[in-house]
């Protein structure tokens, strides 16, 4: 069954609003949490690791102003876009590890964001 | 050079056929190597990991470990439409250092 679930699962919104995606654990706990973002035909690129309690590590290019990570639980991850422009519209997914170090990583289900 | 290298294909073959999809990789530090099936419009999707030289089998899948060579790949035997994905090679390379292949588009012909 599902380790990570992942909610909206889409998203339709007008530009220049905000969107929050949440991630959480299932049965477990996860003091990191990574988001990766999709753009059609294309491979997953690791956006920012999110960390508990304190601040998001992000990838080089990706604007920490504008995807605001949050995670204040062991279970809870948030990622917001802010002021959302058509540009934004990709599949966004989090994923967390049951275990740590190199133990594989679990996807959530996902979510389509559209920024009209 | 990118980290993660694979054929994007796309590869088909036959139902029933077996299906081979390779995965090279840079960093000879690498410590464990994954294989993701992605659906499309879906998120991937474990389907194997692999951490030490030689073969590791789960049902029809087999994932072979080189690292002298630096390669990864993963076998599917008896091929189902059902198969029919991007297949995903992961590497990490130190404890957040996980590298993705762009993907190799399976179509598996009935």
């Known amino acids: ?116 | 050079q990118k980290e993660v290298e694979q054929n994007s294909g796309p590869l088909s073959v036959p139902e029933g056929a077996i299906a081979s999809l390779n995965c090279t990789y840079s960093d000879r530090g690498s410590q464990s190597f994954f294989w993701y099936r992605q659906y499309s419009g879906k998120s991937p999707e474990l389907i194997m990991s692999i951490y030490s030289n030689g073969d590791k089998e789960d049902g029809r899948f087999t994932a072979q470990l080189n690292k002298a060579s630096q390669y990864v790949s993963l076998l599917i035997r008896d091929s189902q439409p059902s198969d029919s994905a991007t297949y995903l090679c992961a590497v990490q390379t130190g404890a957040n250092n996980l590298f993705f292949g762009t993907g190799t588009r399976l179509t598996v012909i009935p």
Request: overall charge positive.
């Open chain 1, 1 to 116: 069954g599902a380790v990570v679930s992942q909610h909206p699962s889409w998203v339709i919104c007008k530009s220049g609003t905000s969107v929050k995606i949440e991630c959480r654990s299932l049965d477990f706990q996860a003091t990191t949490m990574f988001w990766y973002r999709q753009f059609p035909k294309q491979s997953l690129m690791l956006m920012a690791t999110s960390n508990e309690g304190s601040k998001a590590t992000y990838e080089q290019g990706v604007e920490k102003d504008k995807f605001l990570i949050n995670h204040a639980s062991l279970t809870l991850s948030t990622l917001t876009v802010t002021s959302a422009h058509p540009e934004d519209s990709s599949f966004y997914i989090c994923s967390a590890r049951l275990t740590g170090g190199f133990s594989p990583l679990h996807f959530g289900n996902g979510t389509r964001l559209t920024v009209t």
